[in-house]
């Protein structure tokens, strides 16, 4: 009765391996684990998700190269020039610095004289070689009104970048870069 009741379980586990196997070969060729993730992806092959043989996985990250052009201006977008090597989803983000304020009023004379704030989001998918454009701009307008604000009262600011190359096989690699903006 035993050995009856663990040859069952043996079978079952089997099974259970079996149709995991299946359903993760499944997911590969349907691109399910992509879209999932990362949003649709229509050029999926085996070739890119798997590093040109099959068998082979593809461990390398992505190269991206990003540029950015002059300074910016306090109230404009900030525009950065992004590549890959390999086709991939970019997403850059990043968040601005100003210090160097005078301090306004005696209540506000131990301040540090800092601001941080946020940038949005952006992200674009990329074909190996192509060149695209991306602008960061301030969350929200308030942030906006308050960064040109703070440079027209003497502030210093500068921009920590951040864009971040995933391929299909999800190998990610990041890219950190620094800007100075200008008064506006």
Avoid: Y
């Avoid at 043996?10 to 399910?32: H, I, V």
């Avoid at 990003?66 to 201006?73: K, N, S």
């Avoid at 929200?140 to 040109?148: E, I, P």
Wanted: aromatic fraction near 4%; proline fraction near 4%.
């Amino acid at each position: 009765m035993a050995i009856r009741n663990r040859n069952r379980a043996l079978a079952l586990g089997l099974t259970l391996l079996l149709a995991a196997l299946a359903f993760w070969f499944a997911s590969l060729s349907s691109d399910r684990a992509w879209s999932a993730n990362r949003g649709s992806c229509s050029s999926f092959s085996w070739e890119t998700n798997l590093g040109g043989s099959a068998g082979v996985p593809d461990m390398a990250a992505p190269r991206a190269t990003v540029r950015a052009g002059g300074r910016p201006a306090a109230g404009r977008p900030i525009a950065i020039e992004v590549s890959c090597g390999e086709e991939c989803l970019i997403a850059a983000t990043g968040r601005v610095m100003v210090w160097g304020m005078p301090p306004r009023g005696l209540a506000r004379a131990t301040h540090s004289g800092q601001a941080r704030f946020g940038l949005k989001r952006a992200t674009r998918r990329l074909i190996a070689g192509q060149r695209q454009t991306l602008r960061l701009r301030p969350r929200s307008r308030r942030a906006k009104r308050r960064l040109t604000r703070l440079l027209a009262r003497g502030g210093k600011a500068r921009v920590a970048i951040r864009v971040k190359a995933t391929d299909s096989a999800l190998n990610s690699s990041t890219r950190r870069m620094t800007v100075r903006l200008r008064r506006g």
